[in-house]
């Protein structure tokens, strides 16, 4: 079965820091690039980060932009998300997802696989 599953979400002050980890089973997912979205209670799914294949080209959503950083280990299967200086409207539930293309988007459209998600809370 393939799959997508995110861990690492939990309760946390402001300012603090979480890393989220997303971890590929049931075939690789080394030759994808690959997006975290979020969706906080009564809006819609946002972009927040996406990486390409090999990790030389990521993106950031404006609102996370010199917060959070997302790596990859395709050793390990694995997507990363280091968030820092969180915020209260950080607070949503965070998404991994894989495309079919080498490179990241923007679009969650573009995604064809998803991860259930895991909660993320920052407290003020």
């Known amino acids: 079965q393939v799959q997508l599953v995110e861990s690492g979400g939990g309760l946390v002050q402001a300012g603090g820091s979480l890393r989220l980890s997303c971890a590929g089973s049931?075939?690789?997912?080394?030759?994808?690039?690959m997006g975290w979205f979020r969706q906080a209670p009564g809006k819609e799914r946002e972009f927040v980060a996406g990486?390409?294949?090999?990790?030389?080209?990521?993106y950031y959503g404006d609102s996370v932009k010199g917060r959070f950083a997302i790596s990859r280990d395709n050793a390990k299967n694995t997507v990363y998300l280091q968030m820092n200086t969180l915020k209260p409207e950080d607070t949503a539930v965070y998404y991994c997802?894989?495309?079919?293309?080498?490179?990241?988007?923007?679009?969650?459209?573009?995604?064809?696989?998803w991860g259930q998600g895991t909660q993320v809370t920052v407290s003020s």
């Open positions: 997802a894989a495309r079919r293309d080498t490179l990241p988007s923007t679009n969650q459209n573009a995604y064809d696989t």
């Open positions: 990486i390409s294949w090999r990790g030389g080209i990521t």
């Open positions: 049931g075939r690789t997912f080394s030759t994808n690039g």
